[in-house]
């Protein structure tokens, strides 16, 4: 599957919306955010939930040097001393757990999700205490590709899309972002450009 920012998507979405136009010529193209699919990824997004990127950057990279290698067992091996030190909240470590157990227990293959449909793929990550649409629709975005996600519990998102949009109503973002298919993935990759650039904040 192609990546989600290519030249020839780009080029389709401004035409939908001159709202693209104007952060395209403003901010230029929005990075590649792509992850590969997996475990680690996984966890990540999960460390992200609620923070910064920066915070859960740091927060990931002391977890991975303080374990031999970052497995589902050797996170279920970690105590909950070990985990505080390594700055991860007990809320974000029964998820890491969670996730870790349903891997290990053969509950969630994530090598098989390539091969599943949306709705199928939210299903089964949302089973998984911890989580929720957001971090799915993520997963998705970043390690599936999936070209056509909008993640509306994403605040930096609706955040943009209020301040440069101007909806009056939640429905009025749900009928911009039908405007916008099938490359609400890439439009949502606008929206977090925009907010990171006007913010100056990093991207990884």
Same mark, same amino acid.
């Given at each position: 599957?192609d990546?989600?920012?290519?030249?020839?998507?780009?080029?389709?979405?401004?035409?939908?919306?001159?709202?693209f136009?104007?952060?395209?010529?403003?901010?230029?193209?929005?990075?590649?955010?792509?992850?590969?699919?997996?475990?680690?990824?996984?966890?990540?997004?999960?460390?992200e939930?609620?923070?910064?990127?920066?915070?859960?950057?740091a927060?990931?990279?002391?977890?991975?040097?303080?374990?031999?290698?970052f497995?589902?067992?050797?996170i279920?091996?970690?105590?909950?001393?070990?985990?505080r030190?390594?700055?991860?909240? =007990?809320? &974000?470590?029964?998820? %890491?757990r969670a @996730?870790?157990?349903?891997?290990? +227990? #053969? =509950?969630? &293959?994530?090598?098989? %999700?390539?091969? @599943?449909?949306?709705?199928?793929? +939210? #299903?089964?990550?949302?089973?998984?205490?911890?989580?929720?649409?957001?971090?799915?629709?993520?997963?998705?975005?970043?390690?599936?590709?999936?070209?056509d996600?909008?993640?509306?519990?994403?605040?930096?998102?609706i955040?943009?899309?209020?301040?440069?949009c101007?909806?009056?109503?939640?429905e009025?973002?749900i009928?911009?972002?039908?405007?916008?298919?099938?490359?609400r993935?890439?439009a949502?990759?606008?929206?977090?450009h925009?907010?990171?650039?006007?913010?100056?904040?990093s991207?990884?």
């Open positions: 599957m990546d989600i920012v290519n030249q020839k998507d780009i080029n389709k979405l401004i035409i939908t919306d001159d709202i136009a104007f952060i395209n010529n403003k901010y230029g193209c929005p990075p590649n955010w792509t992850r590969p699919q997996g475990f680690i990824s996984l966890s990540k997004i999960i460390l939930q609620q923070v910064s990127l920066a915070s859960a950057n927060h990931f990279l002391k977890l991975n040097q303080y374990l031999p290698e497995t589902p067992i050797n279920l091996n970690l105590s909950d001393e070990e985990m030190s390594c700055q991860i909240s =007990r809320q &974000k470590s029964n998820y %890491l @996730l870790s157990s349903a891997i290990i +227990k #053969k =509950r969630l &293959k994530l090598e098989a %999700l390539q091969n @599943l449909d949306y709705f199928e793929v +939210k #299903k089964q990550l949302t089973k998984i205490k911890g989580i929720g649409d957001w971090t799915a629709d993520v997963y998705l975005m970043f390690c599936l590709k999936a070209k996600i909008f993640p509306f519990g994403d605040i930096a998102v955040n943009t899309v209020k301040e440069i101007n909806p009056q109503s939640k009025d973002i009928l911009l972002a039908q405007k916008w298919r099938p490359l993935s890439l949502s990759y606008y929206f977090w925009y907010y990171l650039k006007k913010r100056n904040r991207s990884s």
